[in-house]
């Protein structure tokens, strides 16, 4: 072998843990989660044996066959057989097995190894196999196979020493099948029966957990449950960590101030742009972390796609797939990664109706919107001694975006009218429990995420805003807020024509503009606005009381409404013209959400104002 | 000689077995097949020429002999079903499992 760098690539089936493998061998901390199709593009990372020798590892998306059906199994096929564009066939690939799952993954280590390519199977999950009674002689595995095979378990920090130790000695061959298996159907039946033996055939702990949960009364009801609670806790869990962080950011904001000249340009951006902009954006992290912990909690638990099984009818008689529920629950973190989780659905036609809808799930960069607004004009009141109203009111909104989703799809369906067969074929994997350390993980790369955002986009956008609103300066003999007679005033004033109808003011209108570049700007940029508009300095958590005071209920609500459709968030149309490589699906999303948002807002202030709260 | 009440949801059948002789129970759609019953898989049939679905199927493993059962049906009309294939559980819609024949096993007496 040559001394240049070694290119390994980890294949398998769906859920063997071929990312908790990578992320064990390359150091890297790759999303990993107990749901078939997690990683759906390829991931590269280096590692260095004891021995000092480099390898590029390369993480590819599971794959069922390498006759791919889906556009994330295509990446895998394409690689594995040397025909990608842009990523030269591996020189060794280590086919991951779940052990527990043997029957089924061995099909594939067949199929790799007709391939011809130097291979090294890793038996991973070996400690969940013994632990069910599932004996496997690797020995015996390896002889069959003509490859070697390595047990490992990924999610011990020295589960991967055995592999690394062999990609430390000599190069692998490639595979030496025996000749007698022609059929691989009938190899793998073969060489199960030599090498496997089950000593515990009762009943496993998954089956009597999906007596309940998949029970046809009990699993809707256990599923609704959930749901309810997460948007509760969210709510209400959240309150004291945001005051604290309204009481920093205000303290921090006051320190630097006071140490500014007063009436200086300094002074006001300082106080107006960056405490009132991204100060009022900052509180929202304990939030979105409940959120996350949450959706952490059960992506790791293998619940998701039980979920999927009991909401399928359902989804299926709207027009969508219940393989759409996990792409679409992802959504509600953030639709970018929800939209490119649909990599995993087989079906063009679900994937395409699945990527449309998938802005109106609640993002949690909606959230700072909805918790504004929802603080300033919903009484903090309890219900039924039990529900926090606020809560009720958050929850009607995912609620809302959901069956907006419904009814679309649902259209998209009968426009469409095709009627050959939607496959569904999902597997659903061993119950886990969520290990603290992956959910520790997870919330700390969001909290990242979240803080490069309010420290970037969000930040930059404000501080222009600022700029925006503070020049042109006022004429000479000026009576109102210099904010007026600025570029934004000049703006806002124009779109206000456009916008009146729906209630909205031209505070509104101005803080919408920056909101395309992200939804959570919205808040920061009315923050800014009224605080030039000559309202008190500094007001990350006075801006929800005096918007309370300012605005009618219909304004609030009509608001409420449009952000439930309306596209604020050009990332998000970045990732759907990527994902389906077209300009037009981008128009269709355009034009469609904002037509929604324009008339669920104008019917929600227009109901209002006739009800007496416009 | 035993007989064995085998009955699916819709129909009882009978099977008559004694130690010379035994007559193998039809093949029935595994969409009739009641819950927790284990059979094996006899036929993937193809739709019409190439269908992916079937193609799928077998890919994942639902090939003639293999050991099979129906461990719950989604609510709303028992659709989708949940299937257990040698250790591994796949939810299958109807008009999917429709393209798959079994054979059940006959309960020992």
Redesign the interface.
């Known amino acids: 072998m040559s001394t240049a760098v070694s290119r390994i690539a980890m294949v398998g089936n769906p859920n063997c843990g071929k990312t908790a493998l990578f992320n064990r061998l390359t150091g890297s901390r790759q999303k990993v989660a107990n749901y078939a199709g997690v990683t759906v593009e390829r991931k590269s990372g280096r590692m260095t044996t004891v021995a000092g020798r480099e390898f590029d590892v390369l993480d590819l998306p599971g794959a069922y066959s390498l006759a791919a059906a889906s556009p994330d199994e295509a990446i895998t096929a394409s690689i594995c057989a040397g025909t990608h564009a842009s990523e030269a066939a591996p020189d060794v690939i280590v086919c991951v097995v779940d052990a527990t799952n043997l029957r089924l993954h061995l099909r594939f280590v067949l199929e790799v190894a007709r391939l011809g390519r130097p291979m090294i199977v890793a038996l991973n999950m070996m400690d969940a196999a013994r632990r069910r009674g599932v004996e496997i002689d690797s020995t015996r595995l390896a002889a069959e196979l003509g490859v070697p095979v390595i047990e490992t378990v990924a999610v011990h920090r020295e589960g991967a020493a055995a592999l690394i130790a062999h990609l430390d000695g000599t190069p692998p061959a490639p595979p030496t099948l025996r000749a007698d298996h022609d059929d691989i159907h009938t190899a793998a039946r073969v060489i199960m029966d030599a090498t496997v033996r089950l000593t515990n055939p009762g009943p496993t702990l998954e089956d009597r957990i999906d007596a309940w949960t998949l029970h046809p009364v009990a699993g809707p009801a256990i599923l609704a449950v959930l749901m309810f609670l997460i948007f509760q806790a969210v709510f209400s869990w959240a309150v004291p960590l945001m005051d604290a962080i309204d009481a920093g950011v205000n303290l921090v904001g006051g320190t630097v101030a006071s140490l500014l000249p007063v009436h200086s340009a300094l002074h006001s951006l300082v106080t107006d742009g960056i405490v009132a902009g991204v100060g009022g954006v900052l509180v929202f992290l304990p939030q979105i972390l409940i959120l996350f912990l949450f959706i952490l909690m059960l992506e790791e638990s293998g619940y998701l796609p039980r979920a999927a099984f009991l909401l399928d009818r359902l989804m299926f008689k709207v027009g969508l797939t219940g393989r759409a529920f996990i792409p679409l629950l992802s959504s509600f973190a953030c639709a970018i990664p929800g939209i490119m989780a649909t990599r995993s659905m087989a079906d063009s036609r679900d994937r395409l109706a699945t990527i449309l809808v998938a802005p109106l799930m609640t993002c949690s960069a909606r959230l700072p919107v909805y918790t504004l607004l929802i603080a300033a004009f919903i009484p903090h009141r309890t219900v039924l001694d039990l529900f926090n109203l606020q809560g009720i009111v958050l929850f009607g909104l995912y609620i809302f975006g959901i069956v907006g989703a419904m009814a679309v799809a649902f259209v998209m369906k009968h426009v469409r009218r095709d009627s050959s067969d939607h496959a569904l074929l999902m597997e659903l994997p061993a119950y886990r429990m969520p290990n603290p350390r992956d959910i520790a993980l997870g919330l700390w790369q969001r909290a990242r995420i979240f803080l490069k955002r309010v420290g970037g986009i969000i930040f930059t956008v404000t501080v222009l805003l600022w700029f925006l609103a503070s020049f042109p300066q006022p004429p000479a003999g000026a009576t109102g807020p210099a904010i007026e007679y600025s570029v934004v005033g000049f703006i806002g004033h124009y779109l206000h024509y456009l916008l009146a109808p729906l209630g909205f003011n031209w505070q509104i209108c101005v803080a919408l503009v920056p909101g395309m570049a992200a939804r959570e700007v919205a808040v920061s940029a009315l923050g800014t606005v009224y605080s030039m508009s000559g309202n008190p300095a500094g007001i990350s958590h006075q801006l929800g009381t005096l918007i309370g005071q300012q605005w009618a209920l219909g304004t609030a609500l009509s608001l409420l409404a449009w952000y439930v459709f309306a596209p604020q968030c050009i990332s998000t149309l970045a990732v759907m013209r990527r994902e389906t490589n077209s300009w037009r699906v981008v128009i269709i999303a355009l034009v469609y959400l904002f037509g929604l948002a324009y008339l669920a807002s104008l019917a929600t202030y227009q109901i209002a104002a006739a009800l007496g709260a416009g | 000689m035993t007989i064995c009440c085998i009955g699916s949801t819709s129909s009882a059948r009978y099977r008559l077995r004694c130690k010379w002789f035994s007559i193998d129970y039809p093949p029935v759609q595994l969409t009739e097949l009641p819950k927790n019953r284990p059979a094996r898989v006899a036929t993937i049939r193809d739709?019409r020429e190439g269908d992916?679905?079937a193609?799928?199927?077998?890919?994942?493993?639902f090939?003639a002999?293999e050991r099979i059962c129906i461990?719950?049906?989604?609510?709303?009309?028992g659709?989708?079903l949940?299937v257990r294939i040698?250790?591994?559980?796949?939810?299958?819609?109807r008009?999917?499992a429709a393209r798959i024949t079994v054979e059940p096993d006959i309960p020992e007496f």
Do not use: K, N, S, Y
């Open positions: 739709e992916p679905i193609q799928r199927l077998r890919d994942l493993g090939i002999g461990v719950a049906r989604a609510p709303f009309g659709d989708p949940l040698g250790g591994t559980r796949f939810a299958l819609r008009v999917e």
